[in-house]
């Protein structure tokens, strides 16, 4: 009697121990399968579609697509504000939604503007959309401010990053001052060319050659020559860095990352003010050589006046 309840007890012991068994092996499935679901989460999370912080409504973009010299396609408001479903658009202005990045795409192209020999995918101010001819002076002044970054661009026979010209304050003559000078166009020197260079940021602007020139000897094109340039201390590389532009009567200011500055305010400043001007960002590509391209990325991009 004592040998069968001695088994039974045995046996009611093992059947407990089961019992408990199972029901943390069931718990820890619970916790697993939570887990599981937590990271997959996670992970749908990191796929969620991001979208640059630009507000096109007064840009026009210019691209590599065209019929040959001075024949490229610009895009303008309200048909640029469609961009991603323009399929001319597609392949030179697109949105990296993984990053949020709108990227601008280029690379040598018999497409160009009619006053350079490289190309585009860059976006032009307009103050009033779809109109060209309503720009600002120094006087009046403008901000422009941007995040961005280089995605990717090609080396060059001497292993250096091609050139790529990212934002710009372009110069522009009034019908009247064109005609006064009897030139085809309305275009004007720019006074400010910002440069991505070999991971650096480097800054071009124009000096007077001649100070005592008279106001119509300034309208001209070759009245104006190349300054020495100025590369910012410190290096960029591929990864995110903001650039804002500020102008003002006589003054320019380059700042990167808010705490490097570039300021001229100069006797050439002051004689620049004749122009009317615009703001032009995205990917001015400075290579003619084949297979050479680059690709930018503007995260957020805003002017005002």
């Known amino acids: 009697m004592k040998y069968i309840q001695k088994n039974i007890l045995t046996t009611i012991l093992l059947i407990a ?3 408990v068994n199972a029901a943390c092996q069931a718990q820890k499935s619970s ?3 939570k887990n599981i679901n937590i990271e997959t989460k996670k992970k749908k999370k990191k796929r969620k579609i991001k979208l640059p912080n630009i507000d096109l409504s007064h840009w026009k973009v210019t691209i590599p ?13 309200p048909e640029i504000l469609n961009y991603a479903n323009n399929n001319i658009l597609k392949p030179y202005m697109y949105n990296d939604s993984l990053s949020g990045a709108l990227v601008f795409y280029a690379y040598p192209s018999s497409s160009t503007t009619a006053n350079t020999k490289y190309s585009r995918s860059e976006l032009r101010e307009q103050m009033v959309p779809g109109n060209d001819h309503v720009n600002w002076t120094f006087a009046q002044g403008g901000i ?4 961005l970054a280089m995605g990717e661009v090609t ?8 050139k790529v010209i990212i934002m710009q304050i372009h110069g522009r003559l009034t019908d009247q001052q064109r005609d006064l000078i009897g030139q085809k166009d309305n275009n004007a020197p720019p006074i400010l060319k910002i440069y991505w260079q070999n991971g650096k940021i480097r800054v071009k602007t124009k ?3 001649n100070l005592a020139s008279t106001y119509e000897e300034m309208l001209h094109e070759d009245a104006w020559g190349d300054d020495d340039g100025y590369t910012f201390e410190d ?6 860095f903001t650039l804002e532009i500020k ?7 380059v700042i990167l990352n808010k705490t490097n500055y570039k300021v001229y305010e100069n006797i050439h400043m002051k004689k620049w003010g004749v122009f009317e001007n615009y703001f032009k960002a995205g990917n001015y590509f400075q290579s003619r050589d084949e297979g050479s391209y680059a690709k930018v990325k503007f995260y957020e991009l805003s002017i005002e006046h």
Do not use: A, Q, R, W
């Not at 422009?144 to 995040?147: A, F, H, T, W, Y």
């Not at 102008?247 to 200011?253: H, I, L």
């Open 247 to 253: 102008v003002s009567d006589g003054k320019m200011v």
């Open 144 to 147: 422009m401010k941007g995040k």
């Open 31 to 33: 916790v697993s399968n």
């Open 235 to 240: 290096e960029v590389g591929f990864g995110k």
């Open 207 to 209: 000096v007077l050659k």
């Open 17 to 19: 121990f089961l019992f």
């Open 65 to 77: 697509e065209g019929e040959g010299k001075g024949k490229t396609i610009n895009v303008e408001p």
């Open 155 to 162: 080396k060059d026979k001497d292993g250096k990053y091609h």
